[in-house]
């Protein structure tokens, strides 16, 4: 409790001193055990206001310290004694900010700064300094609080180290990262000018949903007012006025200390362009998958068809050669005719089914080959049609010289039939490039890429066709025409695709198509092989007909009895190899016929083991529908010829001769 105040004091004083001496001594006594009480009770309130104190207090004159609270000492690690003097500022200060302390007692500066303080031990540490003048008594007085802001430094460094990993880690995630507060951006990073054609200090200052299409505003606005976090989905607005579909991000965090809410933007046009080209690439493999069952069944198909149709040629052939009358010869002849025009459409579909010529390429100038089928040409497309053509020199591929003819001639005439009779151009370019651009990512054949190529391009200035159409113009059987069997386009896929080149289709309803085709090129110079004529044999021929069926067997052995030859007969594989291997030597054939498709062991087999065991008997491939894998196993130079069924007598006799002159 406080004593009493002074008067009553000096009162007491002056009562005591009137009394008698002894009294006066007791009185004066008591009054002397009253103050020395009250100066301890407040020495005692002093020192717990001191050393309750958070902050460290100095009180100096002009630099000298002339007082310090227990809670100072204690930061220092100084006893009070220590503390005390001129000498405390460069004991107990950083000697980089002694200097700039001292101008500030110099100035009499009043109000806070940051120093950095040392302890007696020699270890640092940062503190808050507030500095205020005041009087003591008569004498003027500086009174300096201090405070260890050490673990609020380290916060705030941990702090703008979280802020920079966050910024970092958003620059990394998204293209621009927008910091806002109450939807003011107060800072932007990342690509603002590839994402929204603006510099980011454009930005700064201004309303989020200034860059947003009005349709996401009140959503994005709504969200700010509840102060909701998490995902958003905005269609932002760039410079030049293009929307730009955006997925945003929000969270909270600060921003040099400051609460603000972060938003990590990205771009989804590129995932969009990137998601159609998926699923362009899917349609397009599906396509192909769809494309390439249909070849197996074609392919399967025309195999038996051929065997068939080798049968009827070779027996409608026979029957002219044996026929007196001639209405029997004319139904002879009708029958063939039919054949050859199913042969014909077996053709296609084997072309279309991706067949392989295993003969030899030639270099074959599209020039002359077009040249060739200029008159053909003349006779079936439309007379309203103007032919245009333009075929730089060099324009050389390597190929098969008919069934490359027929790719042109299919073309032509699907030009043709697009123009319906009206007037109209059709123009043939071609040229010799080697780049491809990204168009023939959607092509269908063979993969093309950077190489020598020559482009031949069909355009037309017909009807066009919608995007459903484009997609099923390969399809065997698919047509759009009132006659046709749909197999035309097929064949050129398949023919091309043989070849190693690849075909592009561009078209649009009402503006025309063009088909873009790219074949591998030559350097040599075209040439042409004739027809190797039949000629009897010098001596009797022994010929091996493979096959397991059995009507071919019957057709192939009167045809050639009928020429001369003597024929053996072997229903598969395995009485194949027997003929060839174990045979007594005076029995072996000169040639074999052998079919590629057989049950138990095939063509390819039998060619194999032929040779492994020694045989050089010359053998002519025969096949209605080869198939790729089997293709792969033939040991390349091992057999001296094909033979496509189906095949009438003729080209049978020069297979054989061929493979005798090879053999």
């Known amino acids: 409790m406080p004593g009493p105040p002074p008067v009553e004091w000096l009162a007491r004083i002056a009562d005591a001193l009137g009394k008698p001496p002894a009294s006066a001594r007791d009185a004066i006594l008591t009054l002397l055990g009253e103050l020395h009480g009250e100066q301890a ?82 270890s640092r540490f940062r503190v808050e300094v507030q500095s205020k003048h005041g009087r003591l008594g008569n004498r003027p007085v500086t009174v300096v609080a201090i405070r260890d802001v050490t673990e609020r430094e380290r916060t705030y460094a941990l702090l703008r180290e979280s802020e920079a990993r966050l910024r970092e880690l958003a620059a990394g995630a998204f293209d621009l990262t927008v910091f806002s507060r109450d939807g003011i951006i107060v800072d932007v990073r990342g690509a603002t000018e590839r994402v929204l054609g603006r510099a980011a200090v454009e930005m700064i200052g201004r309303p989020v949903f200034d860059f947003m299409a009005p349709s996401a505003v009140p959503a994005a606005q ?42 990590g933007v990205r771009d989804l046009r590129p995932a969009l362009r990137l998601e159609a080209e998926r699923r362009a690439l899917e349609q397009q493999v599906e396509r192909a998958q769809r494309l390439d069952s249909l070849g197996v069944l074609a392919g399967g198909i025309a195999h038996d068809f051929n065997n068939l149709l080798t049968g009827i040629l070779g027996n409608a052939e026979y029957l002219r050669e044996r026929l007196g009358d001639p209405e029997d010869l004319e139904a002879a002849r009708a029958i063939g005719a039919a054949a050859q025009r199913a042969a014909g459409l077996t053709r296609q579909m084997l072309a279309y089914a991706g067949q392989r010529d295993l003969g ?52 032509l005439t699907n030009a043709s039939d697009a123009l319906a009779d009206g007037p109209g151009r059709i123009s043939v370019r071609a040229r010799p490039v080697r780049e491809v651009d990204a168009r023939w990512d959607a092509a269908q054949g063979a993969t093309v890429g950077p190489g020598r190529w020559v482009l031949v391009e069909v355009r037309d200035t017909g009807a066009g066709m919608d995007d459903t159409t484009r997609g099923r113009v390969f399809e065997p059987f698919f047509t759009t025409k009132e006659k046709g069997h749909g197999l035309g386009l097929a064949a050129c896929l398949g023919i091309v695709a043989a070849h190693g080149g690849a075909v592009l289709v561009e078209s649009e309803v009402g503006r025309g198509s063009c088909f873009s085709v790219l074949l591998p090129a030559s350097a040599a110079a075209s040439r042409g092989s004739g027809p190797i004529r039949a000629t009897p044999p010098p001596r009797t021929c022994r010929v091996l007909v493979v096959d397991d069926e059995a009507v071919v067997r019957a057709q192939l052995r009167r045809s050639l009895e009928l020429r001369g030859y003597a024929v053996a007969e072997a229903t598969d594989g395995r009485a194949a190899l027997a003929a060839l291997t174990t045979a007594p030597v005076e029995e072996r054939p000169d040639v074999v016929i052998l079919d590629m498709t057989m049950p138990d062991i095939d063509g390819a087999e039998v060619v194999v083991r032929a040779r492994a065991a020694g045989s050089r008997v ?40 061929r493979a005798l002159a090879a053999g």
């Open 41 to 122: 009770r407040l020495r005692e309130r002093l020192e717990m206001m001191s050393s309750a104190s958070f902050e460290g207090l100095l009180f100096h004159v002009d630099g000298v310290v002339i007082d310090v609270n227990e809670r100072l000492c204690e930061m220092h690690g100084y006893e009070r004694a220590e503390m005390l003097g001129p000498d405390v500022l460069r004991r107990c200060v950083a000697a980089e900010d002694v200097p700039e302390i001292v101008r500030r007692i110099a100035e009499r500066y009043e109000g806070e700064y940051m120093a950095t303080a040392v302890r007696k031990d020699g």
């Open 222 to 263: 709504q969200m700010i007012e509840q102060n909701r976090l998490g995902y958003i989905e905005v269609m932002a607005v760039h410079a030049n006025g293009e929307l730009v579909p955006t997925h945003g991000t929000v969270v909270a965090s600060t921003l040099d200390g400051v609460p603000v809410r972060v938003t």
């Open 360 to 411: 030899r390429r030639d270099p074959v100038d599209v020039d002359e080959l077009v040249r060739e089928l200029r008159t053909l040409l003349d006779a079936t497309l439309s007379k309203k049609a103007e032919l245009e053509l333009s075929i730089e020199p060099g324009s050389v591929v390597v190929g098969d010289r008919a069934t490359l003819g027929q790719v042109l001639m299919n073309l």
């Open 618 to 657: 010359p053998i002519v491939v025969s096949s209605g529908y080869l198939d790729v894998a089997i293709e792969r196993r033939l040991p390349h130079g091992q057999f001296q010829g094909l033979l496509p069924k189906p095949y009438g007598p003729t080209d049978l006799v020069n297979a054989i001769e």
